[in-house]
């Protein structure tokens, strides 16, 4: 997927929204962090899978399979290589101004890459065969469950489940946390 630089005036949509606003609730950062470290999934597409679910979209298969196709690029080109140099700075900055500063500047980098996949994706989404589903859960289960197989790891029962009841009843429903975007660390990534 090419990531169009006109993205990039739209500071927010309602992709990027629902997921700041997902991110913000308890223990969902921590459960998409560990399936990111430990599993290998992709929290964009985790996130992705959850807001069409919000939508009242599922995705199957080959909906998921044709949207990582589709991203591939700018994940592994883009957001990949500023998030591991992030995190190899986070070990080599001893406390030094100079190089905390050029961190957090990789840090900006690396969200406004994923906004714009963000961006991206939401702009396409029509593009994707989804199913209609009345239900946001019944959605999200199977949607989770197609990526998790696809990707190849055991999603625990614990983590779909709070991930499921951390879903708004629509996707414009307003967080109990107030979230600031520049205060936020991006989704996928750990300060």
């Known amino acids: 997927m090419t990531v169009s630089v006109e993205a990039k005036g739209m500071r927010t949509g309602a992709f990027w929204a629902f997921s700041l606003r997902l991110y913000a609730r308890p223990g969902v950062q921590q459960v998409l962090l560990r399936l990111q ?3 290998g999934a992709d929290v964009t597409m985790v996130l992705y899978i959850l807001w069409c ?3 009242g979209h599922r995705l199957d298969a080959p909906a998921l399979t044709l949207v990582a196709q589709r991203t591939r690029s700018w994940r592994e080109g883009v957001i990949g290589p500023l998030r591991t140099a992030r995190r190899a700075m986070k070990g080599l900055v001893d406390g030094s101004p100079a190089a905390e500063a050029l961190r957090e500047r990789v840090k900006e980098a690396e969200l406004e890459a994923e906004r714009l996949l963000h961006c991206a994706l939401e702009a396409r989404r029509a593009a994707v065969p989804a199913v209609c589903e009345d239900s946001a859960v019944a959605a999200a289960r199977a949607g989770l469950a197609a990526y998790a197989a696809m990707v190849g790891f055991m999603l625990p ?3 779909s489940d709070l991930l499921i009841a951390a879903l ?3 996707p414009d429903q307003p967080s109990d ?3 600031a975007e520049p205060a936020m660390a ?3 990534s750990s300060a």
């Open 157 to 159: 029962a614990s983590a």
């Open 177 to 179: 946390a107030a979230v």
């Open 37 to 39: 470290d430990q599993e």
């Open 53 to 55: 679910a919000s939508c």
């Open 168 to 170: 708004p009843t629509s």
């Open 186 to 188: 991006p989704p996928g």
